[in-house]
């Protein structure tokens, strides 16, 4: 394996959509969200280890999550966590963890990831993954790989390219916010527009530049930290200097600004998991088109809807339709699938309630 790969898995959401299942005590990259016995951050994790060494697999989250990662990941060293004293978005964290990656190895090139993922070739990803680390190698870019959209989606962002360009890799136009339906369909019709995946590849040395030219202050606030990185005084560093940071996302602090930014169409099913209905398309389905996780159950007249519980907890539904129903320990949700971005309100209100 290339000793110069490297990858940070950002690991501190907390997953709201998916409430009850996901909490902020223990989030969905945590939870074995698809049955399958392995739960999101442990399939991330493996997935990058068929080509990046493991050792060189970092993973950002928050101080409350330590434990939880070391548990689900023990060949995790302590060395390997990077833990944020509060949640300041995502152009902070990468930049505090590339700047630890470039004291450990100028020559670093690195992917940038979501934990929290589902992507079902990793051959294809893999492959995806080596032509732009071979990219990155040899050209100063900044990389992401977009997606090829199957419908007309508004909760992803989208990435335009130029659509005369015939190479495999495609120079970025511009970002798009998650548009409205209208707006969405007229992107797929004119073909060479993406879903963000928000996963993005470069080397050390390009993003920090890019850190400088673009987020002067932000750079100069970490870089004086720079002699204390991978030491005992780095956690009094980030203690005293974390929360200073502007709180604002890697696409806006640096991807939107950049000239050299371009994207890879990927080759490979992929879908970001950030609901329960995102959930419900890549569940296996029974002859009603009704998806089960974990649960023994009975149905009658019932069509389209997930249903989630406890290991083997027997489940009897009659004359429910597109619907999610998820039994977890004190709490029972039955919640319409077309209202599903409605539940991190939901949550939200009774948490003011208490």
Not at 184 to 209: C, D, M, P
């Amino acid at each position: 394996m290339n000793k110069n790969y490297y990858a940070i898995l950002m690991a501190g959401g907390v997953g709201s959509r998916f409430w009850p299942v996901s909490t902020p005590e223990f989030p969905k990259q945590f939870h074995d969200m698809l049955g399958t016995g392995e739960t999101l951050i442990q399939k991330t994790f493996d997935r990058l280890s068929q080509l990046i060494p493991k050792e060189n697999i970092l993973i950002l989250s928050h101080e409350k999550y330590r434990d939880l990662l070391l548990e689900q990941l023990p060949e995790l060293t302590e060395e390997q966590i990077i833990l944020e004293p509060e949640m300041r978005n995502t152009a902070p964290c990468i930049l505090y963890a590339s700047m630890k990656v470039k004291k450990k190895n100028p020559d670093a090139l690195m992917i940038v990831a979501p934990s929290d993922h589902w992507i079902e070739d990793e051959v294809q990803f893999v492959a995806n993954l080596q032509k732009a680390f071979d990219a990155c190698e040899k050209e100063r870019v900044l990389m992401t790989l977009g997606i090829l959209p199957t419908f007309p989606n508004t909760g992803y962002g989208y990435i335009e390219y130029d659509r005369l360009d015939t190479n495999p890799i495609k120079k970025v136009v511009q970002f798009r916010e998650k548009p409205d339906y209208i707006t969405a369909k007229k992107f797929i019709q004119k073909r060479n527009f993406l879903w963000n995946s928000g996963i993005f590849i470069w080397s050390v040395a390009t993003i920090l530049k890019a850190f400088k030219d673009f987020q002067p202050e932000m750079y100069e606030l970490f870089e004086a930290g720079e002699p204390a990185f991978n030491t005992k005084e780095e956690k009094q560093f980030i203690d005293q200097t974390y929360y200073r940071a502007e709180n604002i996302s890697i696409d806006y602090a640096v991807m939107e600004k950049a000239e050299n930014v371009f994207v890879l169409p990927a080759t490979f099913d992929w879908n970001d998991l950030g609901t329960w209905g995102s959930l419900y398309d890549k569940l296996p389905k029974d002859e009603n088109e009704n998806a089960v996780v974990n649960a023994n159950v009975f149905l009658e007249n019932a069509t389209n809807n997930i249903v989630r519980t406890d290991q083997g907890k027997k489940v009897v539904i009659d004359g429910l339709c597109d619907y999610i129903i998820v039994d977890k320990k004190d709490v029972l949700l039955i919640y319409p699938k077309k209202k599903e971005q409605d539940i991190k309100t939901v949550v939200a209100k009774m948490n003011e309630k208490k």
